[in-house]
């Protein structure tokens, strides 16, 4: 083909107008390879800070629910997609102090409710709780009075197995003495009007005695053993003056649960946060310590990022075993129970399964100035905890971790800066360098190259990963005290140009088989997708460009208490690969004989939607939503272009053919037989 043909083809396929070329793609909304700023998105208004997230548009994609500087006032932000920008919606005056918000699905009819924690009137050692109902869109002004409950914040957690949501907490019940109840959710949604939300219950524990919560505590709802049935962690009261303690219930599908283990955690241990932080199928804890914290700047001192790593069987590396071994889990038997597994605190040289990294040595290449942690949000009243953030912010697999580093040096006095910290193998040097990086663990470096709008931030108060505009990529909120630039939230936009593969999911909550049907309504059916599930467990395996099979395990929503700030959804980076998801597996909380399934050959960089069973009889239904990527629109021109080449050749070809058969036929009209003369 002629250069003159290449460009009358490129002409007929590219379309031209009047006033020049006119590109069929629309252009890239961020373009620089790195952390980008992206402002406050529709926030800029706000005086005071995020409270929760959630879907209450049923849309799949992330609203949030801000608090008032004076914490009396809660504001419902829906996202708009094609503005790029969130709009306000809803807004709830509270007559007390609030404290906390869960959304959750309470009613179980599908749609997004607030649980709204609040400081009681008349006493300060007790919680109000009441329920907004969620409506479409949006929520109803007046709530469902809720029994009370101490400071210690409750957790929800499905306690019997039937999937709606329940309490778990302390019930004042004298001046001097609390007991752990259950809030059993006992809604009706075709009869509201004749229902109670909770009944106050005793749960069952067996095996020991459960502890009482601590105030405050970073309890959750995930799996321990291995079984994809969500169990319990609680932090509680210690007799030992500084220190907490810890309880691991097992749920044995019976409506009550077994003490596993327990025992104290490390002397001035900060919130415990849940990942695969070694990507082996296990859930691991990370959490700072800190030797000293300031009252008045919630700083620490002395400050250590700490990894104990969940000592269970790990996945079969044999192909070939069988499933009499027991020393290992194969790939298409993730679920399987280990009642050995351990959390081993011993700070010493032979325990490969407690690290601790200092924070001088992770932030040594960086100012000198550096003091500590932000563990505490002191401008919150009373102050707010604040855990190690997690999250695969690169998607290789393994989860990165986003602490707020406070240094000295700013005008305003000390210095609150996020700074991301990528998850890297333990290597000669790093061992050598901390003296404790065992082989086969994790060491974390800071990134120092295009984060430029996160260093910048000297006023942080809080932050927190989330994927803005379900794109794929996790992005950053940084909550700010407005002392630099006079602006209380800033997203910053992940993009850093990954080569590596995600995949998100969430596990509804089986109120709707599919689409709602409103009881009792002349609304339109709905798809139940905002609902906030605590507990659902997945876990998959996956091969990558080397053939190396990998397995890996992620919670649900694990943790509500203290603006804890998860997303209702799970994101997994799953590494560079070059095939399907070989087996995701996917738990509820069913007290059902299966409950889990196991879905294979899912689709990387999309999001997968499980609907568990409405009752015995249904079955569960999944629904898988691609992402399309920048690079399809390239595909599809390649594959036009390809296509009209190829269609050229062909009737070039075809052509040629048929002059040849004329010329063919023309010979043989001329040609004469010499044998029949």
């Given at each position: 083909?002629?250069?003159r043909?290449?460009l009358?083809l490129l ?6 107008s009047v006033?020049?070329?006119?590109w069929?793609?629309s252009?890239?909304?961020f373009?620089s390879?790195?952390?980008i700023?992206?402002?406050p ?6 005086d005071g800070?995020?409270?929760a997230?959630g ?5 799949q994609?992330?609203?949030?629910v801000?608090?008032s500087e004076d914490?009396?006032?809660l ?6 997609h094609?503005q790029?920008?969130f709009?306000?919606s809803?807004s709830?005056?509270?007559p007390?102090?609030v404290?906390n918000?869960v959304p959750?699905d309470?009613?179980?009819?599908g749609k997004l409710d607030l649980?709204v ?5 008349d006493?300060?050692?007790q919680?109000?709780?009441g329920l907004y ?11 469902i009075?809720?029994p009370?409950?101490?400071l210690?914040q409750p957790?929800p957690i499905?306690?019997?197995?039937d999937?709606?949501i329940?309490?778990?907490?302390l019930?004042?019940?004298t001046?001097?003495?609390?007991y ?8 009706d949604?075709?009869?509201?009007e004749?229902?109670?939300l909770?009944t ?6 067996t095996?020991?005695?459960?502890c ?10 995930l799996?321990?053993d ?5 169990d ?9 003056p500084?220190q ?5 219930w097992?749920?044995?599908k019976?409506?009550?649960f077994r ?5 104290l955690l490390?002397q ?7 990942a ?5 199928g296990?859930m691991?804890?990370?959490f700072p ?5 300031s009252?008045t700047t ?5 400050c250590y990022i700490n990894?104990?790593?969940n000592?269970q069987?790990p996945?079969c ?5 069988t ?6 889990r194969l790939?298409?038997?993730l679920?399987?129970?280990d009642?050995?597994?351990?959390f081993?605190f011993t700070d010493s040289?032979?325990?490969?399964g407690y690290?601790r ?6 932030m ?5 100035d550096r003091?500590?942690?932000?563990i505490y949000?002191t ?5 707010l905890?604040?855990?190690i ?8 697999g393994f989860?990165d971790?986003l602490p707020?580093?406070?240094h000295?040096?700013?005008?305003y ?5 996020p700074?991301?910290l990528?998850?890297v ?8 360098k ?7 663990r994790?060491?974390?470096e ?9 260093e910048?931030?000297t006023d942080a ?5 989330l ?14 005290t407005?002392k630099q630039a ?6 910053i936009q992940?993009?850093?140009f ?5 995949l998100?999911?969430i596990?509804l909550?089986g ?6 049907v409103?009881?009792?309504s002349?609304?339109?059916?709905y798809h139940?997708f905002?609902v906030?599930?605590s507990?659902?467990?997945y876990k998959?395996?996956v091969?990558?460009?080397?053939g190396?099979?990998t ?16 997303t209702?959804?799970s ?8 095939n ?7 738990g509820?909380?069913r007290?059902?004989?299966e ?8 689709i990387?960089n999309s999001?997968?939607?499980i ?9 569960w239904?999944?629904e898988?939503?691609?992402?399309p990527g920048e ?7 390649t594959?036009v272009i ?5 269609g050229?050749?062909v009737f ?5 053919e048929k002059?040849?058969d ?15 003369l």
């Amino acid at each position: 083909m002629t250069p003159r043909a290449g460009l009358l083809l490129l002409s007929l396929i590219l379309p031209f107008s009047v006033h020049g070329f006119v590109w069929p793609f629309s252009k890239k909304r961020f373009t620089s390879n790195g952390l980008i700023g992206a402002g406050p998105l529709g926030l800029q208004d706000v005086d005071g800070r995020v409270a929760a997230f959630g879907d209450f548009g049923g849309d799949q994609f992330l609203d949030v629910v801000t608090l008032s500087e004076d914490q009396r006032t809660l504001t419902l932000y829906n996202w708009d997609h094609d503005q790029f920008r969130f709009t306000q919606s809803t807004s709830i005056s509270v007559p007390a102090k609030v404290l906390n918000v869960v959304p959750g699905d309470f009613t179980h009819d599908g749609k997004l409710d607030l649980l709204v924690m609040s400081q009681a009137s008349d006493t300060t050692a007790q919680l109000d709780i009441g329920l907004y109902v969620g409506t479409s869109g949006g929520l109803t002004t007046r709530p469902i009075s809720v029994p009370r409950s101490t400071l210690a914040q409750p957790i929800p957690i499905d306690t019997n197995g039937d999937m709606k949501i329940d309490l778990l907490g302390l019930s004042p019940s004298t001046p001097t003495q609390s007991y752990l109840r259950i809030w059993q959710n006992t809604w009706d949604p075709k009869s509201p009007e004749n229902s109670t939300l909770f009944t106050l219950v005793n749960p069952s524990f067996t095996g020991n005695d459960p502890c009482e919560l601590a105030d405050p505590h970073s309890s959750a709802v995930l799996d321990f053993d291995g079984d994809c049935l969500a169990d319990l962690f609680m932090v509680c009261k210690s007799t030992q003056p500084g220190q907490l303690s810890y309880q691991i219930w097992l749920n044995d599908k019976s409506g009550s649960f077994r003490y596993s283990q327990g025992g104290l955690l490390p002397q001035g241990a900060g919130p415990v946060t849940f990942a695969d932080m070694d990507r082996d199928g296990t859930m691991d804890m990370v959490f700072p310590t800190c030797t000293s914290v300031s009252s008045t700047t919630g700083v620490g001192t002395d400050c250590y990022i700490n990894i104990v790593y969940n000592k269970q069987k790990p996945l079969c590396s044999n192909a070939a075993a069988t499933l009499s071994n027991r020393n290992c889990r194969l790939p298409e038997n993730l679920c399987s129970a280990d009642p050995s597994f351990t959390f081993d605190f011993t700070d010493s040289a032979d325990n490969d399964g407690y690290v601790r990294f200092p924070l001088s040595d992770l932030m040594q290449n960086l100012d000198t100035d550096r003091i500590g942690l932000l563990i505490y949000d002191t401008t919150y009243n009373p102050p707010l905890p604040l855990g190690i953030k997690v999250g695969d912010a690169d998607l290789d697999g393994f989860p990165d971790i986003l602490p707020i580093i406070a240094h000295n040096g700013n005008v305003y006095g000390i210095s609150t800066t996020p700074w991301l910290l990528h998850s890297v193998p333990c290597n000669d040097g790093a061992r050598k360098k901390l003296g404790k990086c065992p082989q086969g663990r994790r060491y974390f470096e800071p990134v120092t190259k295009s984060v430029g709008p996160l260093e910048e931030i000297t006023d942080a108060r809080s932050v927190t990963f989330l994927d803005m505009d379900e794109d794929g990529t996790l992005d950053i909120l940084v909550q700010r005290t407005g002392k630099q630039a006079n602006q209380k939230i800033t997203f910053i936009q992940n993009n850093f140009f990954h080569d590596a593969f995600f995949l998100k999911a969430i596990v509804l909550n089986g109120a709707c088989n599919g689409l709602c049907v409103p009881y009792n309504s002349s609304e339109p059916r709905y798809h139940p997708f905002g609902v906030s599930y605590s507990g659902a467990t997945y876990k998959y395996t996956v091969i990558d460009t080397t053939g190396r099979r990998t397995a890996a395990q992620v919670a649900q929503l694990p943790q509500t208490s203290y603006h804890s700030l998860q997303t209702p959804y799970s994101f997994f980076g799953l590494g560079r690969t070059n095939n399907y998801i070989e087996n995701l597996f996917v738990g509820s909380t069913r007290h059902s004989a299966e409950h889990f399934i196991n879905m294979e050959g899912v689709i990387p960089n999309s999001r997968v939607v499980i609907m568990p069973p409405a009752t015995d009889e249904s079955s569960w239904k999944r629904e898988l939503y691609l992402r399309p990527g920048e690079w399809i629109p390239w595909v599809t021109l390649t594959i036009v272009i390809a296509t009209v080449i190829l269609g050229i050749v062909v009737f070039v070809l075809h052509l040629n053919e048929k002059r040849e058969d004329e010329l063919e036929r023309r010979r043989a009209l001329h040609h004469i037989n010499f044998d029949a003369l």
